[in-house]
C-alpha cells in the first residue's frame, strides 16, 4: 500500500491499479483491468493472479469487487492485436479498463515497465502485481476474466483444449494447430511461421 499512500500524498485521491492477461497466449484477447480500493483497506489472500490458485483467484475475484470503490475491465481483440500488435493492443486494453471506471480515476499504477495512452498522470511499478494492492487486485480480475472467457471459448472450438492452457502455446494446443489449423480466436501474427508453412 505504500505506493498508493506516496501518491495520494501528492494530492490525488483516486489511483487506480491496473493490469493485464493474456499477453503471452496464441489466441484469444489481452484483458486488463483497473481498480480503485478504499484508502488503507486489506485484502487478505490478494497477491499476483500468477501466485495463487485458479480455484482461490475464482473466489478473490468477488471479493475484490465487492470491496473496490471501483472496476473496470478492458480488452482487446485477437483483431486488434493482429493489427496494431500486442504492445499497443495491452495499452488500448488499459485505457478501456480506465474508461470503464464507475468513479474516474486521477492516477493510475500500472505493472511493469512502459505505459502509454491515458489521459491521467500514471507511473509504471515493476513486479507491481506483488508489491501494489491495487495492482494485485486488477490482476485477479483481469486473470478470471480472461479465463473464464477461454473456457467459454472452448465450448465453440472444443479441439484445441482451450479450456486447459487458455490459450498458451503449449505442446497439446501447437499439435491442434497443426491437425486442425487456425481458428478465428487465434492471433495471426503470433503464428506467422505456422501459417507460411
Known amino acids: 500500500m505504500e505506493k498508493e499512500a506516496e501518491v495520494r500524498a501528492k494530492g490525488f485521491t483516486a489511483v487506480c491499479g491496473i493490469d493485464e492477461a493474456g499477453r503471452g497466449p496464441l489466441a484469444g484477447p489481452v484483458v486488463a483491468a483497473a481498480v480503485i480500493l478504499p484508502e488503507g483497506i486489506e ?65 493510475a499504477l500500472v505493472d511493469g515497465n512502459r505505459i502509454q ?7 509504471t511499478v515493476i513486479g507491481g502485481d506483488g ?5 494485485a487486485a486488477a490482476s485477479i480480475l483481469a486473470k478470471v476474466t480472461r479465463d473464464r472467457y477461454m473456457r467459454e471459448m472452448a465450448q465453440t472450438y472444443p479441439e484445441y483444449g482451450f479450456e486447459k492452457h487458455k490459450g498458451y502455446g503449449t505442446k497439446a494446443h501447437y499439435a491442434a494447430i497443426e491437425q486442425y489449423g487456425i481458428c478465428p480466436l487465434h492471433r495471426r501474427t503470433f503464428l506467422k511461421k505456422i501459417l507460411n508453412k
Open 43 to 107: 485484502l487478505p489472500g490478494v497477491n499476483d493472479s500468477k501466485k495463487i490458485t485458479e480455484k482461490k483467484r475464482e473466489v478473490l475475484f468477488d471479493f475484490v469487487k465487492e470491496h473496490a470503490l471501483a472496476y473496470g475491465i478492458g480488452q482487446a481483440s485477437e483483431q486488434e492485436i493482429d493489427e496494431i500488435n500486442i504492445l499497443q493492443a495491452t495499452f488500448l486494453a488499459m485505457r478501456r479498463a480506465v474508461e470503464a471506471l464507475d468513479v474516474p480515476a486521477d492516477f
Open 117 to 123: 495512452g491515458l489521459d491521467i498522470p500514471a507511473e
Open 131 to 135: 508489491k501494489v494492492l491495487s495492482i
